[in-house]
Structures are given as structure tokens and as C-alpha cells.
């Protein structure tokens, strides 16, 4: 199945989705593949808003400089600390009794990360509008994914942590 064809079935059935991904031959490959794919999309989210930004900071930074500072903060900075954070989460099931892997935590925080990321998209392009509601909407946007990447997230870490019913016996 394709990736757009996964996010889609996220949103219909997390559970079920994050439940193929932990269960199919997703090697540490195909995490990392989704943790730079994510923070990709998330830096491609920024660039629209970023031409107004320097354009309001008189003597501030260019768009170039602004782009290249959000390219290393989103691209070569972000992973390192979604690694940890993934890390973070696996210590906490385990004090809690869960019964995951390092592996699948990782799954979970960063396919829930590339979940959210076209919804990031369609807030970046929102807040690049030259509109009056243009911000309003950006932030509603920015909401859902939040919520979005929370629950996508808590359901990744209770697929991940939880052993189904079956293998409870």
C-alpha cells in the first residue's frame, strides 16, 4: 500500500494502521525513512510563511537566511531530538509495565510525525494567504495536527506497549 493510501487509513482506523506498520518487515530503515520524510514535509510546511517574515523584520534576516535556519533545525536537529524522544517514551512504557521494543517506539512517534505532516502543509499554505482569515484558519489547522499527532501518537505507544489480547494468555 501506498504511503498516502497509510496516512488516509491513519485517520479512519489509527489502531489498525499502526498495527500493520509494527507488525509488517519495518526494519530501522523504514523508520528512519519516515522520520526525514516527516521532517522534510514539516520544513516544506515553514517556507511559505517565511518571505513574510523577513519582509516584516526590517534589517532582519533574508529569506535565505531564515530558510537555512529552519532547514537545519527541522532536517538535521529535529531528528536527533525525536530519537530521544521516542527513547523517552519507551522508558516511561517500561516503568509502566509495558512490554514494547525500542523499535516499535520509534514506529509509533515517527509515523504519527509523517500522519500529520499534510495537514502541517495545508496550515503553512494557509498562513501564506494573502487574506484576512488566512491566520485564523492556520491556526485551526495547526490545532487539529496537534490533536492529530496526540491521539495517532497515544495509539501508536498503546499498539506498541500493549500486547494484543491474544498473546495476553
Known sequence: MSIALD????????????????????????????????????????????????????????FHALASGQFIGAVLIAPLAFYALAAASRLIGRA???????????????????????????????????????QAVADALSLFAAVAFAVIWAFGILEAEVPPKSART
Not at 519495518?26 to 519582509?55: D, I, K, N, V, W
Not at 512490554?99 to 498562513?127: E, K, T
Open 96 to 134: 509502566f509495565g509495558g512490554r514494547g521494543n525500542w523499535r516499535d517506539s520509534r514506529i509509533a512517534l515517527f509515523w504519527a510525525l509523517l500522519s500529520v505532516a499534510p495537514i502541517g502543509l495545508a496550515a503553512g499554505a494557509a498562513a501564506a494567504l494573502p487574506f484576512e482569515f488566512d
Open 7 to 62: 496516512i488516509i487509513e491513519t485517520y479512519g482506523n489509527p489502531r489498525r494502521a499502526i498495527r500493520k506498520k509494527l507488525n509488517g518487515s519495518t526494519g530501522e530503515g523504514r523508520a528512519l525513512a519516515y522520520l526525514l520524510a516527516a521532517c522534510l514535509l514539516h520544513f516544506c510546511s515553514r517556507l511559505p510563511m517565511l518571505p513574510r517574515q523577513s519582509a516584516s523584520l526590517e534589517g532582519g534576516p533574508s
